[in-house]
């Protein structure tokens, strides 16, 4: 066996630079493929599943009257989070409790990615109605959550947290 480096953590590792430039090289082509999976975490019934976990918190803020922000790290493809919010919807409009105002925030690090977002036909009504915003994040390197659409930083919660890969 060769060691290439000695036992450091994950985030400080060869690999880890080696994967965040690579997804940052090839934006959202990373997920055209078979080579990096997300099925997994990017499926009808993962996102039903959040969603219905994510409303009733909604729910249990609803008295505090704030936007809560659903911020996902490392969003990537977007596919579970344009699940996410149609399951969310979907269950807000059905359901006779009234959750407490909401927005999704998909965050990534690469700004390929990010404008690939924005201009995406099926995301588009989601920012039209104030519901989803995009933010540049890097959790290695943590920063203010700054929203590209609303032209805002997240200054404080309430905010739910997403990190599902």
Avoid: C
Wanted: glycine content about 4%; aromatic content about 10%; charged content about 20%.
């Amino acid at each position: 066996m060769y060691q290439i480096q000695p036992p450091v953590p994950l985030s400080s590792s060869l690999l880890w630079r080696l994967q965040q430039a690579s997804y940052a090289a090839q934006g959202m082509s990373a997920w055209a493929s078979d080579k990096t999976p997300s099925y997994i975490t990017s499926n009808p019934h993962f996102a039903e599943s959040t969603a219905r976990v994510i409303f009733a918190a909604l729910v249990d803020l609803a008295p505090r009257k704030e936007t809560v922000h659903i911020i996902e790290l490392g969003a990537g493809s977007g596919r579970f989070s344009w699940l996410l919010i149609e399951a969310l919807d979907r269950i807000a409009r059905q359901s006779p409790l009234k959750p407490a105002p909401w927005r999704l925030v998909m965050t990534d690090v690469s700004e390929a990615v990010l404008k690939a977002w924005t201009e995406h036909p099926q995301l588009k009504p989601w920012i039209l109605r104030q519901k989803l915003d995009f933010s540049r994040f890097n959790v290695e390197q943590p920063r203010p959550i700054r929203l590209r659409i609303a032209e805002a930083v997240v200054q404080r919660g309430p905010w739910i947290v997403l990190g599902n890969y």
